[in-house]
């Protein structure tokens, strides 16, 4: 197949269309790099309290968890803009760079602190990882065919609920705690070599202007809604000064950049999407999705190795609700 033919505009979505069989290979790639991101959020429950007893500093065992989300939420503004700005290509190559160094480092953390820290610097790309997937969909995929390819996508993150933990079991009690991290080295260096050769550089034509006042004001309002709802009623009680002080800064944070946002040139959330209604409801149902199916994994953990269990018995119960999840999809 030709170039020419492999790169048609598509009347109907404004998107340039690539071949199906290279279609293909870059879903593969972002179905891949999905995995891998979501699996990352779930694989780790199992394995924490087996790590916590190797490492020790046990009053960090939350931020293993909440270090990855953290910089998940972070990044998910900034990386959608580089996308507009440098093409969705470099991005996704660079996230999938990021997560592979994360995940290298965590496996050879010799302490509770470089595994935090490790854990950041992986977050950050699962979280670049998963806004580019999204994004490229939108890009490469013709709007007719969407659908299939956001449900297949959506599948990915009830999969990752049933077979993350049991992967993490699996590990800790028949090889070690490390490969936990371990498998996504490999997996992902061949998510990097399948997206450079597959996905077309559909670079943006605007001259990059980055606001960086909105990363700063959205960084420290996700920042204090994240640490408000991962410390309260654990590390801190919910009335505590810290609790409502965190929860009043993020709030002024995040109202300080709405209103940047709607007088910035090139902002990185322009406020007209909060005009859209589909846009605002799409918001809303993925808020509240999230909510409702995202299991309390660390509360499982805390009360199963309590009870010394086996890492593979520590396997926590909201995978039925994984498992139906999926079947839905």
């Known amino acids: 197949m030709t170039a020419q033919t492999a790169a048609t505009p598509d009347a109907e979505s404004g998107r340039t269309l690539i071949s199906p069989q290279r279609r293909n290979f870059v879903f593969l790639a972002i179905m891949l790099g999905m995995l891998m991101a979501a ?142 991290f371990y498998i996504n080295v490999p997996v992902s260096i061949v998510v990097f070599f399948v997206a450079a050769a597959a996905i077309p550089s559909l670079a943006g034509r605007a001259k990059p202007v980055i606001d960086y006042i909105g990363i700063l004001l959205v960084g420290l309002g996700a920042t204090g809604l994240t640490l408000a709802t991962s410390w309260g009623g654990t590390t801190y009680p919910w009335k505590s000064a810290t609790i409502i002080g965190l929860f009043a800064g993020s709030t002024l944070a995040l109202g300080i950049f709405v209103w940047v946002e709607s007088r910035v040139a090139a902002p990185i959330l322009p406020t007209r999407l909060f005009a859209d209604r589909v846009s605002v409801e799409a918001a809303l149902e993925r808020i509240a999705h999230r909510i409702v199916v995202q299991p309390d994994w660390g509360g499982d953990q805390r009360r199963l190795s309590a009870a010394d269990k086996e890492a593979t018995e520590r396997v926590p119960r909201p995978i039925p609700s994984g498992s139906g999840r999926t079947a839905s999809l």
């Not at 854990?119 to 007719?144: C, D, M, S």
């Not at 990915?156 to 077979?163: Q, Y």
């Open 39 to 180: 699996l990352d959020q779930t694989i780790v429950a199992t394995a924490l309290p087996t790590i916590v007893a190797d490492l020790g500093d046990a009053g960090h065992q939350s931020w293993v968890v909440t270090s990855y989300l953290l910089a998940s939420t972070i990044i998910t503004a900034l990386a959608g803009r580089l996308g507009d700005l440098f093409g969705r290509k470099r991005v996704f190559q660079a996230a999938v760079t990021l997560f592979i160094v994360g995940s290298a480092l965590c496996g050879i953390s010799q302490s509770m602190a470089m595994l935090v820290g490790a854990r950041t610097l992986q977050g950050l790309g699962g979280g670049a990882i998963t806004v580019t997937a999204t994004a490229l969909i939108g890009e490469i995929i013709p709007l007719r065919d969407r659908g299939r390819y956001q449900g297949a996508l959506g599948a990915v993150f009830g999969v990752t609920t049933v077979i993350g933990p049991l992967l993490g079991g699996y590990f800790t009690d028949h090889l070690s705690w490390r490969w936990a």
